[in-house]
Antibody, heavy 118, light 111 residues
Framework: EGQLVESGGGLVQPGGSLRLSCAAS????????MHWVRQAPGKGLQWLSF????????NYADSVKGRITISRDNAKKSLYLQINSLRAEDTAIYYC???????????WGQGTMVTVSS | QSVLTQPPSVSGAPGQRVTISCTGS?????????VHWYRHLPGTAPKLLIY???NRPSGVPDRFSGSKSGTSASLAITGLQAEDEADYYC???????????FGGGTKLTVL
């Protein structure tokens, strides 16, 4: 089934930047689409971004477009999310997820916490 | 305000059957895109329960079932167990937004 492990979260000041990473194992990473999803405190799940298996097709949610960049390194079996101009409302747990059958997200990581505060 | 609408909470006694609804529109569920369901406990990885409206991944008990009609979908859980207490989310793809969307989530309480 595979495993995903996120890292890179932490406490950041407003206006700062962070690069989140997601290490994949147990499946052929280079053949699957990948996503980033977040959950703010007390809120539901919010899809952020998609990247195709080869990295050529990318989509972003309108709410974060222009401030985030998704990328992947298939040789390193890793997915990344660069977040710039961080705001308090970006405080959330960030999850990476693997695209599966029917475009469902069939494998998720445990998440990495990002806190934006001065 | 989520694109997909779910009831904030549902509850049931052990052994009972509960259903969670997910209402969308002609730009998402109504277009024919699949509806997927996830179970989520805070601090843990969300788990896929149902994909493409009615399909269960291997390892998911047949107590969980999904259905879809028009612009709505439902998750049914039979033989309710204490460990079913969690948040449940529906998900689909939205043509207008050109992205994936989640429902607001439903908290299931086992009485």
């Amino acid at each position: 089934e595979g495993q995903l492990v996120e890292s890179g979260g932490g406490l950041v000041q407003p206006g700062g930047s962070l690069r989140l990473s997601c290490a994949a194992s147990g499946f052929s990473f280079n053949t699957y689409e990948m996503h980033w999803v977040r959950q703010a405190p007390g809120k539901g799940l919010q899809w952020l971004s998609f990247i195709s298996s080869g990295g050529r097709t990318i989509n972003y949610a309108d709410s974060v477009k222009g401030r985030i960049t998704i990328s992947r390194d298939n040789a390193k079996k890793s997915l990344y999310l660069q977040i710039n101009s961080l705001r308090a409302e970006d405080t959330a747990i960030y999850y990476c997820a693997k695209g599966g059958a029917g475009e469902a997200f069939d494998v998720w990581g445990q998440g990495t916490m990002v806190t934006v505060s001065s | 305000q989520s694109v997909l609408t779910q009831p904030p909470s549902v509850s049931g006694a052990p052994g009972q059957r509960v259903t969670i609804s997910c209402t969308g529109s002609s730009s998402n569920i109504g277009t024919g895109f699949g509806v997927h369901w996830y179970r989520h406990l805070p601090g843990t990885a969300p788990k896929l329960l149902i994909y493409a409206n009615t399909n269960r991944p291997s390892g998911v008990p047949d107590r969980f079932s999904g259905s879809k009609s028009g612009t709505s979908a439902s998750l049914a859980i039979t033989g309710l167990q204490a460990e079913d207490e969690a948040d449940y989310y529906c998900q689909s793809y939205d043509n207008n937004l050109r992205g994936w969307v989640f429902g607001g989530g439903t908290k299931l309480t086992v009485l």
